[in-house]
């Protein structure tokens, strides 16, 4: 199990173009659109100020590429490479509009270099060098801009900050307990809620950025590793699946920032670890693929919070794992790449 794992890690940070169309009754459709340049998991995406979705990196070949969906044409356009190839790294939109990728794992080591994308230049700059290595890490935006990485497999108790206005990272307080490949979401009062990991599994804790301390909070009813992380509307954050030890969960639970406790809410229909998740604007969150215990999974379900209910939603035309989930600015969901048990994706598909 350790080795599964492992590969999950790789493939979840961090083919054909003819999707069949799929339409589920009352709750939305699938509709296949343009196939990226590249088959790639593990890799990151985000939606820029323009609209348009900035995929970067991913496992094995496409560690330096990075490339460009435009909603408005459906299609792909390669964009420039990064300097340092890299896996196992974190990225995070700035308030600037720049997309910062900090650590990872490149060239056999750890990282402790930065690059900046750029939407103006349509490329990547190096920035500030982080003050250690570290593949795995978390990364949160704050409230003032500054961007705090936590954890990693190489320093696991320690944090940092980057601020954007000079480039420069800057040491912050210790966490309580190490971590490596835990999940972080900022809160409506602008702390920092981080959970789980591998070497953490049930605890959680929270950073105080005008203080640059982190304080225990609640621990979650179920130890898990490989989970994800939503904030709802309603500032209670969303943990779904993972794995507890050897086992795919399928158990989902939120946490209330006001009394620092954790509730199991309504279980998935399939155990999945590492699923990917994303808000709608209506509140709901949809959850797509992930591993079960033998193989990635096809299943789609959507969380309710009035409810703490899950429905099934029907299946991708693919079992995938290390796919991403951008809420356009449509509304839209776009899902791509991911890994299909044997091989990389390069498929597309909206929600």
């Not at 709802?232 to 086992?247: A, K, W, Y």
Request: net charge neutral.
């Amino acid at each position: 199990m350790l080795r599964i794992l492992a590969y999950l890690a790789c493939i979840t940070l961090a083919m054909a173009a003819s999707v069949p169309r799929q339409t589920f009754s009352n709750v939305g459709e699938w509709v296949p659109t343009g196939s990226m340049n590249f088959a790639r998991s593990g890799h990151t995406a985000f939606v820029l100020k323009n609209g348009h979705v900035l995929v970067a990196c991913g496992t094995g070949s496409v560690s330096v590429s990075s490339e460009v969906y435009d909603p408005s044409t459906g299609k792909w356009t390669n964009t420039g490479n990064l300097n340092i190839g890299r896996s196992l790294y974190t990225a995070s939109v700035l308030t600037n509009g720049k997309v910062l990728v900090a650590g990872g794992h490149g060239n056999m080591a750890a990282l402790n270099s930065a690059e900046l994308y750029d939407l103006s230049l349509g490329g990547w700059t190096i920035t500030g060098n982080l003050n250690q290595a570290r593949s795995l890490p978390t990364s949160t935006v704050l409230m003032n801009g500054n961007v705090l990485v936590s954890g990693g497999h190489e320093s696991p108790t320690t944090a940092e900050l980057y601020n954007p206005s000079t480039g420069i990272w800057t040491m912050t307080g210790n966490l309580k307990y190490p971590r490596v490949k835990s999940t972080s979401s900022i809160l409506k009062n602008g702390q920092v809620l981080v959970v789980g990991g591998y070497t953490s599994p049930n605890t959680s804790e929270l950073y105080n950025p005008s203080t640059g301390t982190w304080t225990a909070t609640g621990n979650l009813n179920n130890p898990r590793v490989d989970h994800t992380e939503s904030t709802l509307p309603d500032g209670r954050v969303l943990i779904v699946g993972g794995f507890d030890n050897s086992t795919a969960l399928n158990t989902a639970e939120l946490y209330n920032p006001s009394t620092g406790k954790w509730t199991l809410t309504g279980n998935l229909n399939h155990a999945r670890g590492s699923p990917s998740t994303a808000v709608l604007p209506n509140g709901k969150v949809l959850v797509t693929g992930g591993w079960s215990e033998k193989a990635p999974i096809s299943s789609v379900e959507l969380y309710d919070p009035s409810t703490g209910s899950w429905t099934l939603v029907g299946n991708l035309a693919n079992p995938e794992i290390g796919q991403s989930e951008s809420v356009l600015l449509n509304g839209k969901v776009l899902v791509a790449g991911g890994y299909s048990g044997s091989g990389n994706l390069n498929t597309a598909k909206l929600y």
